[in-house]
């Protein structure tokens, strides 16, 4: 199996950026399409961003859609989300998770693996 750990996580302004890594370990990535999930407090788990095994199939949620971007470097077994113009609505924690399969998914049930999450706070 693979374990995932996020990282880059943090307090910014609005406006600002960040770029979050999910390193995996125990299992080549490359076997797994891989996700992006956030949970705010009080909120449910939500879909943020996926990309396929290659790289070459993305998507995004609404509400993250032009601002952030998911990509992958399978040589480095890691994932990240590069997050532009954050709101402060963006704030939670955000957490990678992956699934044994070509195909990207919204879908929480559809992940086999999770990391810890790592959290996001977006000033105003």
């Known amino acids: 199996q693979v374990q995932l750990v996020e990282s880059g996580g943090g307090l910014v302004q609005a406006g600002g950026s960040l770029r979050l890594s999910c390193a995996a370990s125990?299992?080549?990535?490359?076997?797994?399409?891989t996700g992006w999930f956030r949970q705010a407090p009080g909120k449910e788990r939500e879909f943020v961003a996926a990309?396929?095994?290659?790289?070459?199939?993305?998507s995004y949620a609404d509400s993250v859609k032009g601002r952030f971007i998911i990509s992958r470097d399978n040589a480095k077994n890691t994932v990240y989300l590069q997050m532009n113009s954050l709101k402060p609505e963006d704030t939670a924690v955000y957490y990678c998770?992956?699934?044994?399969?070509?195909?990207?998914?919204?879908?929480?049930?559809?992940?086999?693996?999770w990391g810890q999450g790592t959290q996001v706070t977006v000033s105003s």
């Open positions: 990309v396929s095994r290659s790289g070459g199939t993305t």
């Open positions: 998770a992956a699934r044994e399969s070509a195909i990207i998914s919204y879908r929480i049930d559809e992940y086999d693996y």
């Open positions: 125990g299992r080549t990535l490359s076997r797994y399409a």
